[in-house]
């Protein structure tokens, strides 16, 4: 993590995942309702960075293709290693040759999710094999003040979104008691879900900034008074009690390192245009 | 007043697991708030020297289970073992030296986590076969309706002090009470499995890490603030969650002292008393030779609430 040591790039393969769901179709909600939950992997349609993350009504749904690896040691290196904003192109099936971007890392067993042009998700089909040109981990950029640790973001990706010396633009900033599924998991891989449900008055929309109290992400993902961690929204809400819209960590520091601007109205964060898929 | 149950209707199925092991990788370290390293025992096999009653801190320790930690080698069965076992079911070891003593269930954590005498774990290892009697889900309280019971014993609500208040609460005495801020890994996960960690107790460690939680015992009764855990974990103010301490020391960040859930409900069903003594020690596991080797411990050494509906 030492300022100006190059990147690396490494180009690893992920396939696109098939959703799973075990011998019952039904989840229960907070609310002790069972539901069957869609959305919660796999390729997703109609959803891109820009919507609310309550705008359908589905599970930890996500704008794009999840990736994943057949052999467990390579998936969780696909995750770990790649970034927010790294470059991806569709190697089998219909939509060969197509271009994408990552968008966002899931936890647990480790998923990939990348972004693709509307015409080529709709080509796509699990099982697909994609190359992710991953890059990011172990960059910083000079201007990082030293007790900041940046994670899980494209070095070129860094350069135009709303961030540098001084200033974090966000659209909000939300208090440590809302950090939910990710708490105490290693933040190189896990999102951290927020537990905001449609009725709690915050909106977010996929590809935001958002900021986290008193939460220190450099490693595992915990409480530290007077911290604050900025992730970007990478899926969208879950009717699950303890889960929700959930950011991929890329910036975590003390409070007086890390500034952040919330800008509930006007706030742009990871949009396609930033990633090159208009 | 006790608080009315269905306990009369519940059914026991007998439930076998054996002392499980502690896993590891080949890389060794886990990484701790400050980023480090560590290599430390706690979890699985059996863990010596802490019990009910006992703090739940200042061990050199990573997720410390007191007592043997037991899972059931077949999948599909293990996961009835830990969905089904409840805190104050009697587990009976039924293989080497100790067969035929009998502890308690404290908890869940990935394992069902047993406590027994001193002497009693001093003589039990990994691959010792266990029984463990498993009575309480599906436990209700008649007269609370908007709370829910889970991974409790009859026998452990009936030893409970507090009831059923003449204003219609459920009173129930706690050792801890605990912010939203400390809710840490387990949050999201089904609220018959595992536990939830308690951040903000790293004793040794930063003032900026801390939320008062470093007298935690083990066997503690805790109430987690704005906690809904009827139908999973999560953050919902206004709610009251009520678990019990069954595991300690994490050094691992985002990980801390853990309560497994026993009731959950809106705030206003609970009338909270502050009560040092609200611990499992003080009904299941106290007494002399609980805690030190030496003579006087009985194979049958159960304490008064064993003697309620969960035999």
Known sequence: ?278 | MKAATNAARLVSQVLTGEVWPALADRHGYRVGPDGQPFVLPGMGGVTLGVHCGDPATGYAADHLEPGASIRHADPAANMAVQFLSCVGNQVRVDSGPAAGAVGHVIGQHAYVLADFAEPVAASLTTGDAVTITATGQGLRLSDHHQIVVKNCSPGLIEAMPGGTRPDGRLEVHVAARVPAEAIGAGVGMISEYANTDLMGAYEGLGDDLSLGLESLRVGDIVALADQDHRYGRGYRPGYLTIGVISTGQCLLFGHGPGPSTLLSGPAGAFHLVDDADANLASWYHGGAGWHHHGAGWSRQDNSAADHGADR
Not at chain 1, 8 to 31: C, F, I
Not at chain 1, 150 to 176: K, S, T
Not at chain 1, 201 to 220: K, T
């Open chain 1, 1 to 278: 993590m030492t300022a100006g040591l190059a990147a690396v790039t490494v180009n690893l393969l992920g396939t696109v995942e098939h959703p799973e769901l075990g011998d019952s179709p039904y989840r229960v909600d907070a609310d002790g309702v069972p539901y069957v939950p869609v959305g919660d992997g796999g390729i997703v349609l109609g959803l891109d960075l820009g919507d609310s993350v309550f705008a359908v009504h589905a599970d930890h749904a996500a704008p794009g293709a999840c990736l994943v690896h057949q052999a467990e040691a390579a998936r969780h290196a696909l995750t770990l290693y790649s970034c927010i904003g790294n470059a991806a192109q569709v190697r089998t099936g219909a939509a060969a040759g197509a271009s994408g971007a990552v968008i966002g890392k899931r936890g647990e067993n480790g998923r990939v999710i990348v972004g693709f042009r509307a015409g080529d998700l709709t080509r796509l089909r699990p099982g697909d094999q994609v190359s992710v040109r991953t890059r990011g981990q172990g960059f910083r950029p000079g201007w990082l003040p030293p007790a900041v640790t940046v994670m899980n973001i494209d070095p070129d990706l860094l350069a135009v979104l709303p961030v540098g010396p001084g200033h974090v633009a966000v659209r909000l900033e939300l208090p440590a008691r809302l950090a939910g599924s990710g708490l105490g998991r290693p933040a190189a891989s896990w999102d951290l879900d927020l537990q905001l449900g449609p009725g709690d008055g915050a909106d977010l929309r996929l590809g935001d900034l958002v900021a986290i109290s008193d939460i220190d992400a450099r490693y595992n993902m915990g409480y530290r008074r007077d911290w604050v961690s900025v992730g970007i929204v990478v899926h969208g809400a879950s009717p699950l009690p303890g889960h929700g819209p959930g950011i991929t960590p890329i910036l975590t520091g003390p409070r007086g390192e890390l500034t952040v601007r919330p800008d509930p109205d006007g706030h742009a964060g990871l949009t396609a245009a930033l990633l090159k898929l208009q």
